[in-house]
């Protein structure tokens, strides 16, 4: 039950946050399976030996309540709305509406954030990966969501920033963009960029769960799939978009641009003893500063290091790493014409 301290500590917090944020605007698991009566012997004790071994942490795990995916979306929504207001929903008339519904919106953020980031923070501690091992009461939850919660929330403001001149860069970018209220309101690459940017932010503070599930709504929205862990720089410009993956461990400079279909992805996963992919480790390519990446480009390799100001041609597969200022390009494939009717050859 939220009580009324709770609510007094997010009046105070918004405040602080929606005067900060107005300074940034220009005016002009799976489900669990329940083993069924006819299952075999074997699989019962196998059942039976899990439940045995089980963590105290797994245990909280399989009986919590988990974030719910349509509240992320309701989040990413709303979120949108406080970078680009009046383009999401409704149209903005004036200095006091527009702070009015700017304050409805951050309040709407804070609650659901609250609820979702409670419910997540019970996973932080389960699995090898994590980067902190303690087991977690209530009272620690309450007070890790709302040092979470509010660290985000201060965060909007330099988040925008960034996003402005992510905005700028497409606008530079392409020439067939026309405004600035074009690129906001229909590029698809910008609209993944923006939910990534704080989704890694929740990353950076170790919450499970969420910064995925948000990165993973604007996949399904833009076909662009950024892993929430990437570290992406200033002035990032995806054109078109559609099938672009970028990695976990990749790390990206300022003013990249990179077109459809390009993949900075990982050339092989070392095993562990027991032969799983091993967690933690640098698995996908830097990308330094003013590169540009063609369309259908692959780039492989935590060791892989694409120089500055190199130019990456189209279809390329790239698995070592390219100098500063370089040009890699395909060797010019042959064409073969032939005529559809005799099967002939052309040219």
Request: with cysteine; charged share 25%; aromatic share 8%.
């Amino acid at each position: 039950m939220i009580g009324r301290g709770y609510e007094i500590k997010k009046t105070q917090n918004l405040d602080d946050v929606l005067e900060n944020l107005l300074l940034t605007y220009n005016k002009a698991d799976p489900a669990v399976h329940e083993v069924s009566a006819e299952q075999s012997e074997a699989e019962n004790q196998r059942r039976r030996q899990f439940e045995a071994e089980r963590s105290e942490q797994d245990t909280i795990a399989i009986h919590s309540k988990l974030p719910s995916n349509e509240e992320i979306t309701k989040l990413c929504i709303s979120l949108e709305e406080i970078l680009f207001p009046g383009y999401r929903t409704e149209v903005l008339n004036g200095d006091a509406r527009f702070k009015l519904l700017l304050g409805k919106t951050l309040d709407e953020i804070y609650d659901i954030l609250y609820d979702q980031v409670s419910k997540s923070l019970p996973f932080r501690w389960l699995g090898e990966y994590t980067k902190t091992k303690k087991s977690l009461i209530s009272r620690e939850i309450e007070s890790e969501t709302e040092f979470i919660v509010n660290t985000i929330l201060e965060k909007l403001s330099c988040i925008r920033e960034l996003i402005k001149k992510d905005v700028l860069a497409a606008y530079n970018g392409d020439p067939a963009a026309m405004s600035y209220a074009e690129i906001i309101l229909s590029y698809p690459g910008l609209r993944a960029v923006a939910i990534y940017r704080i989704a890694h932010e929740l990353y950076e503070l170790d919450v499970p769960l969420i910064p995925r599930m948000m990165t993973e709504y604007a996949h399904s929205e833009t076909g662009i799939d950024i892993h929430p862990g990437a570290q992406i720089g200033e002035s990032f410009f995806i054109d078109h978009g559609t099938g672009v993956v970028v990695g976990e461990t990749c790390r990206i400079g300022n003013r990249v641009k990179i077109y459809q279909g390009v993949t900075l992805g990982a050339k092989s996963f070392p095993l562990d003893a027991d032969g799983n992919p091993i967690k933690g480790i640098k698995r996908h390519p830097d990308i330094e500063d003013d590169v540009i990446i063609y369309a259908g480009a692959t780039i492989l390799g935590g060791d892989t290091v694409i120089g500055k100001g190199s130019v990456i041609g189209g279809n390329v597969w790239v698995t070592e790493s390219i100098p500063p200022y370089s040009v890699v390009i395909q060797k010019h494939a042959e064409i073969e014409i032939r005529n559809a009717d005799s099967k002939t050859k052309v040219a």
